[in-house]
């Protein structure tokens, strides 16, 4: 089946660093990624809609400044975290559909953020 | 109102029980329904997708989905300790994907 890599696993920072996280389709192109935050014992919280060739679609209250999208190829969008404070410390989960007939979103297998 | 539904539970059940999901949806034209569970720490794996009406079985795992009524359940028989976990219900409509809240599902041995 259809595979999304998520890189790095874990990452631990100093706060004011910057983080860097990339999510790949292994063996389908996505023109759309999705990015999630999740905090410990809530739900997913879909933070942005990454485009291929086209800037980020943000949720409400998610600052486009902080979380700096980039779909570079059909294949890899990345998270960047600039600036990064402790508050900013959650398990952040890439997904991309892969349409087909009806339409399946596949996980990366997320990136666990702490900063320090 | 929320796009998709879920009770938040804890939802605990007895080991070899039947636990019982429920999800429901505001969207009338969403086509494509799914589960996926998430264990603690770690990324949602898809375990049930259903398109049409009806029930769809896959091993221990019942999908019940009905568009009329705009719900989708999943039922789990013979429910096993390794079954806990949090249960997200998704629903794609206009290649959007919405997720409900989960349901946090505990199986007591």
């Known amino acids: 089946g259809a595979v999304v890599s998520q890189h790095p696993s874990r990452v631990i920072c100093k706060s004011g660093t910057s983080v860097k996280i990339e999510c790949r389709s292994l063996?389908?192109?996505?023109?759309?990624m999705f990015w999630y935050r999740q905090f410990p014992k809530q739900s997913l919280m879909l933070m942005a809609t990454?485009?291929?060739?086209?800037?980020?679609?943000?949720e409400q209250g998610v600052e486009k400044d902080k979380f700096l999208i980039n779909h570079a190829s059909l294949t890899l969008s990345t998270l960047t975290v600039t600036s990064a404070h402790p508050e900013d410390s959650s398990f952040y989960i890439c997904?991309?559909?892969?349409?087909?007939?009806?339409?399946?979103?596949?996980f990366g297998e997320g990136s666990r953020l702490t900063v320090l | 109102q929320k796009e998709v539904e879920q009770n938040s539970g804890p939802l605990s059940v007895p080991e070899g029980a039947i636990a019982s999901l429920n999800c429901t949806y505001s969207d009338r034209g969403s086509q494509s329904f799914f589960w996926y569970r998430q264990y603690s720490g770690k990324s949602p794996e898809l375990i049930m997708s259903i398109y049409s009406n009806g029930d769809k079985e896959d091993g221990r795992f019942t999908a019940q989905l009905n568009k009329a009524s705009q719900y989708v359940s999943l039922l789990i028989r013979d429910s096993q300790p390794s079954d806990s976990a949090t249960y997200l219900c998704?629903?794609?409509?206009?290649?959007?994907?919405?997720f409900g809240a989960g349901t946090r599902l505990t199986v007591k041995p």
């Open positions: 063996d389908f192109q996505a023109t759309t």
């Open positions: 990454s485009n291929e060739g086209s800037k980020a679609t943000y």
């Open positions: 997904s991309a559909p892969h349409w087909g007939s009806y339409g399946e979103l596949f």
């Open positions: 998704a629903v794609i409509g206009n290649n959007d994907m919405r």
